[in-house]
Structure formats: C-alpha cells, structure tokens
C-alpha cells in the first residue's frame, strides 16, 4: 500500500491507534462500552464473546453515518467497502463479495431487490433503523442462499412495551448535492401493547466532482485517456427517495406477536454515455427507474413447557423495478409499455417454523424449516424473464457456554427450484435462444454447515476460529438474462447450465479487550468452487434504440454480434464460473487514551484470485487504512458528548482484473478508467448532545473529502465517465421527545 510520508507523519504525531467500535460517548468517561449484537437465534452476546466477526452501528455514531446509501454508510468498517454509483446508489461489498453473496435482513427477515445488476441498491433507509448488525464470513446455516460473504442486518425499532409516547424529529443537510432528508420516529406503549412507527423523506441533485482536467470534447475514435468525461456537476445523478414504517405488538404471559409493514419508494438517474458514430463526442445518457419495495412481516414467540418456545413468522415482499434505457425517471413515462421500457414486479413469500429448545446437556439450540416462494413477473422489457424460486430448507443450530469456551455449531439442507416458463412473457428469450424448453428448469440441492468457537485466554485475551461450508444457488439473472442492462450500458445474458457456488470458509481472530482498549486481528481464507462471474466477452450487439431507429433493423437483430464495437452496439456480458479464493486480513483497533483523547483503525488487505486461470477476481476492493482521532471537549452547560473527529482513509492503487472486471472497457478509452490510482481522503466531524428542557437536541457536522479531491475508488461504477464527490458539508440534526 502506498502512504505519504506527509500522513505517516501526522499519524504518529498525533498518537492515533484505534479500532472501529463503538465508544462511550460521555466526556467524562474513559471506558470503551461493550456492544451486544443479536447473531444468535438463541442468546443476546457482546461482539467480543461470539466466534463470528460482528460489528453494529447504533447511537450517535449511527447518526453521523446515515445516508441514503447502505453501502457508504457501512463503508470503513473493516472488511466491509462500498460499491456506488453516486450519492444514494450504493450496495455493501463484504470480504470482496457483493450483490446476491452478501444478505441483507429487515428484523432478521430476507429481502428480495433483484440484485442482478452492479449499481442495484437494497431497498432500505438507514434512517428508519434503530441499529445495523454486519457480520463477516459465510451465514448459510441460518440465512440460507445468498449469506455466502456476510450478512448486513437492518434492524428497526423494538416495539415499546411499557413505554409513554416518544420518538425523534430529523433532518439532514449535503452542500455537494443539495441533499435534504426529513424524518420522523414515534413509539408508544402499555404493558401488554405497543406501536411504532418512522417517516424518511430523502431528496437530491446531481452530484459534484472536483473540477479537474477533462476529456470533454472526446470521441470514440480519440486517443486512449483515463481523464474523466464529467467534472464539476454530474449530470443525470439526481434522485428521490420515501419510505414509511409502522409497527404493532401485543405481549402476554404466553408470548407475543407482532406485526410490521415497511414501504420504500425511489425514483432515481443513472449516468450513461452515448457517441452517434465513431468521430462523434461522447455526451451524457439518462436511465431512469422507479423502484417500490413493500414488506410486511408477522412474526410470533409462544412459551411452552419446559422453556420450550416456537417461532413462527411469515414475511411476503412485493417488489417493483421499472427502467429505461435513455430516459431520465422524470419522463420515463414516454416509453412505458415498449421493449425500452423494463418493467419488473417480483411477489415473495417466506414462511419459517423454529423451535427453540431448553438446554440438552451442555447445547441449547434451534431446529427449524424454512419454504419460500418467488415469483418474477416480465411486464415489459427483455433484460430478464418471468420466472418461479421455490426453496425448502431445513435446519439446526446448537450452542454451548463452558467456563472459557462458546461453541457454536449448525447444519442446514436447502433444495431450489427455478423454472422460467416457456409463455408469451418469455417469448423474446427463447426466440434469440437464451434457454428453451431443454434447459428453462433447473434443480438444487445443498448441504451447509458451520462451526465456530471462542476461547477465553483470560479477562482480556481470546482466540476465535470459524470453518463454515456456504453456498448460493444461481439467481434467475444469472441463468435467464437475455437483453440491455440500460444502468450499466451493457447487453448481458444468462448461462442455464450453472452449477451452484460452494463455499469454504476459514477464519482466526485474536482479540483483546480491556476498559480502555478493544483490538481484533482476523485472518480468513474462502475458497468457492464454481464462482460465479459476468465477464466481457469480447464481443458487441446492438442496443434496442438503435434498432428502434434503424429501419433495416428489427429485434431479430439483437441476436447479431460483432467483434469490434460499431456505432449503435453494446458490449455483450455472459454469466460464466470458475474457482476463486479471496484471502485477507482485517485488524481492528480502538483506545480511549483519557477523559479527552481517543481513536481508532481499521485496515483491510485483500487478495482475490481466479485459481482455475491464474489471474485475478474481479470486483475486489483495494487494500485500505482508515485513521480516526477524537477529541471530547468538556461538558459546557447544555452541552455533552461533544466529539471533534479527523480521520484519513488510506487507499491502495488497483489494477482491473481484464475481461473479467465490469467496465474493465475503460483501461482502453479515451474516457475514464477501470484500474485506480491510490489516494487519501480526509474527513472532519462535529457530534454533541444539547440539553432543551424535557428535550434532547442532538447535532452534528462534518466536512467530507475535507481538500476536495480528486479520486476514484475501484468500487466506482462510474470510474469510466467521472470522479467520485468532490467536498460536502453535511449537517445533521435530532430532536428527540
């Protein structure tokens, strides 16, 4: 990794060695708090006690990450990065895998976002969250398919039994993009009822990037560049996004039931480029889509005897996605209903059965089934078909407590079924020959299994160790996709013959822990057999608006490749495997010096590999260092927990894994790029607590990329056409009542 002398110097001077965890915001105190995480179906443990590696976002430091982006607000966490496009468009990427490998949970419950494309962000506000739970390393054994890198847990407000009516009025400001959010939190209880609910309105621009030098005025036929297309405002980067929650229980002396519905609603550009011919200038490219998400979940615990407890819960998601290849979201309309116009609404059930058992001997545990239902339905578009996912699992998971010892062991059976049907629907598919009636059904069984333990060396020292066997069966992109991905400008198909990916998973963590101080180094290692990739062929096909405007073209043309790219084509991307293995080492490290100073780190080094072919994975995040320290200014009147924060993420260059990287086209344009040089990126905050009679008002600032600079981080979907954000003043506020 390559660091500046300039920041080793300021790191050593100003004495900053920490970890990312969550910290005592109290300036009179000294201590590090502990954090209890719900990573267990059975018991409540500090991250430290569990064999995973568990980190969890809550309280003030929630607060000064929340964005409209998951990915960004999870990014620094070690191990964890972000994959954006953009301000709100963000995913997690977890150990260098992403998308449908990492799970994203609502309540512990699974969501369904159709995450076949790069650029697809999970359909949640962080705002509406009462915490977020990360944990690293395979998850298959409770989570099933899909938990492959780590699972991303969003966890909401508990309902308030026995508590008076109170909640939070919010609000948030972004100078780079004009970004607005206001929002609203409320709860209230008896002792056997309770109900809350939250509102988030998030509204943005175009984003800025620093304005550098560019490649305006480039075409298709210029000499190769890596200088940006765009600088200063992005256009077709703008956004708005709504969600709502409520939520309604009811507690007896039996158990207790509760009900919640949660609704999401984006409308959101993405930036693409277009060139008329070979001497034309590349100009910017609209593709609007509107997303909806709702999700409701009844969930229940009724007490048996002998401290038996069964738990039932149901969770049906309907999701919606529509799209356009030219158009931005604010006159998409125009094309709805034609093959420019995707339309895609997803209806999904997922019903679970646990029982939980007292203790057996030493092991107390959960056995459960687990059956889910999806259906995808095409309504207009060709990018992927109407299909159905039947799963079926079955499962175990048991845990011992011993003086020094937890153990933790589970085994899971999971069957899958995906079929896309032979319809009208489906018509386009099978015309071109993406699959047919030999190969439009595909069956999957798997075994998984886990086992971890933590050892306690003595008060301060343990030893944890994890072997997880993983899995993740195809998704109905992956096997069926046959068409122009318009937010990612590329014609990407589907391979029917997949085999699923098979995932084994190693990791060692040492951690101490005392009063002060809170360390945990963790080497892991995961081996998955038949990794599953979209790489460039090599190869292009035309895009339905050229055929649209070409009258000597019609849709049977799409099934034309060219070997070199003419004026009208995309480049074409096919589902294929091989066998990966993604190493690496995560060190986390967090002191509270005294009453007034403390500080953390966190540093990720990553290795991804192909080993069938001897190169590279691609999609791996860079080798990075992030560095915080934190000054807590004496309590002033109504003002406490104040914190002054100034942190620099290290990041190391990244060469693109050829073919086989997304985007990798741009290593070779006169536009943009797809390997990334190194970079530092300095951020400064603000956070403190204002006493206003019965009320709290909790503020914060902070200025992020504090020098304005100009990089590009390889996680960047929009590396080929510009820069990631210039400098922002983000301010926030909460009043709670």
């Known amino acids: 990794m390559k660091i500046k002398s300039l920041t080793l110097a300021i790191w050593a001077a100003s004495g900053v060695l920490s970890v990312h965890a969550q910290t005592d915001q109290s300036a009179s105190s000294t201590s590090l708090a502990p954090v209890t995480v719900s990573a267990s179906p059975i018991h409540e443990h500090e991250t430290f006690e569990v064999p995973s590696q568990i980190d969890v976002l809550s309280g003030q430091e929630k607060m000064q990450r929340d964005s409209g982006s998951l990915g960004e607000m999870l990014d620094g966490i070690p191990g964890v990065n972000n994959m954006s496009a953009g301000t709100q468009s963000g995913k997690p990427v977890i150990r260098g895998l992403t998308g449908n490998r990492v799970k994203v949970l609502s309540n512990g419950q699974t969501t369904d976002y159709q995450a076949y494309g790069t650029r697809h962000l999970p359909n949640v506000d962080p705002y509406l969250a009462e915490r977020v739970e990360v944990i690293r390393g395979p998850q298959s054994v409770l989570y099933g398919s899909e938990a492959m890198g780590g699972v991303v847990n969003v966890i909401q407000s508990d309902i308030p ?9 919010a609000a948030e400001y972004n100078t780079n993009n004009r970004e607005t959010q206001v929002g609203a939190k409320v709860g209230a209880g008896s002792e056997k009822f309770g109900v809350t609910a939250g509102i988030s309105v998030r509204e943005a621009d175009n984003f800025r990037v620093p304005d550098v030098s560019s490649a305006e005025g480039a075409t298709p036929s210029s000499a190769v560049s890596d200088k940006p297309l765009f600088v200063g405002e992005v256009p077709f ?84 996605r529509e799209a356009t290849h030219d158009l931005p979201y604010e006159t998409m309309s125009e094309d709805e209903g034609t093959d420019h116009y995707l339309d895609l609404v997803v209806h999904r059930d997922d019903v679970k059965l646990a029982l939980e058992h007292p203790k057996l001997g030493d092991f107390e545990g959960e056995i459960g089934v687990e059956l889910s239902e999806k259906q995808q339905t095409l309504r207009s578009g060709h990018l992927t078909p109407s299909a159905d996912v039947s799963k079926r699992a079955i499962y175990l998971f048991e845990e011992a407590d011993y003086d020094r010892w937890l153990v933790q062991f589970g085994a899971r059976y999971d069957t899958h079924t995906v079929e896309a049907p032979i319809n009208d629907d489906n018509e386009h598919f099978e015309e071109l020959g993406f699959f047919d009636e030999t190969n439009n059904e595909r069956d999957f069984s798997v075994f998984s299994g886990s086992l971890g333990a933590t050892y306690r060396l003595n008060e301060e020292w343990s030893l944890a160790a994890n072997l997880a066997r993983g899995f993740r069966a195809p998704s109905i992109f992956e ?85 070199t790219q003419v004026p009208g084509t995309l480049p074409e991307m096919q589902a294929q495997q091989t066998d990966a293995e993604i190493r690496g080492l995560e060190l986390s490290y967090a002191q509270r010096f005294n009453a007034r100073w403390s500080g953390d780190l966190a540093l990720e080094i990553i290795d991804g590999q192909d080993v069938s072919n001897d190169q590279e994975l691609p999609l791996i995040p860079a080798n990075n260092l992030t560095l915080n320290g934190h000054y807590h200014p004496v309590d002033q009147g109504n003002w406490h927990n104040q914190k002054v924060s100034l942190g620099v993420k290290l990041v190391a260059e990244n060469d693109a894994a050829g073919l086989y990287e997304p985007f990798s086209q741009f290593d070779n344009m006169p536009i943009g790029t797809a390997s990334t040089d190194a970079y530092a990126l300095w951020n400064l905050s603000y956070v403190a607590d204002v006493k206003l009679n019965q009320q709290t008002l909790r503020l914060g600032a902070a200025v992020e990329n504090l020098f304005d600079t100009a990089y590009v981080d390889f996680l960047n979907t929009y590396k080929g056409y510009t820069l990631n954000s210039g400098r922002n003043f983000k301010l926030t506020a909460r009043v709670d009542f």
Do not use: C
């Open 161 to 169: 039994y026995g508590r008076d009516t109170h909640g939070e009025v």
């Open 237 to 320: 980067t703008n956004f708005e996004n709504r969600s709502a929650n409520i939520g309604v229980g009811y507690q007896d002396d039996w158990g207790q039931i509760e009900l919640r519905h949660t609704q999401w609603l984006s409308k959101q550009n993405y930036l693409g480029i277009e060139a008329e011919s070979a001497v034309s200038e590349y100009g910017p490219v609209a593709a609007g889509q509107k997303l909806q998400n709702d999700e409701t979940q009844l969930s229940a615990e009724f007490f048996l005897d002998g401290d038996w407890v069964l738990k039932p819960s149901w969770t049906h998601t309907r999701n919606s």
């Open 479 to 563: 096997l069926y996709a046959g068409g122009e991905h318009g937010g990612v400008q590329a014609f990407q198909i589907g391979n029917p013959d997949l085999n699923e990916e098979i995932s084994l998973n190693t990791d060692l963590s040492l951690r101490w822990q005392t009063d002060k101080a809170q360390m945990v180094a963790t080497v892991y290692q995961n081996r998955i057999s038949d990794y599953i990739y979209l790489a460039n062929t090599g190869k292009y096909r035309y895009s339905e608006a050229a055929i649209e405007s070409n009258d000597a073209l019609d849709e049977e043309d799409l099934a034309t490749q060219f070997d």
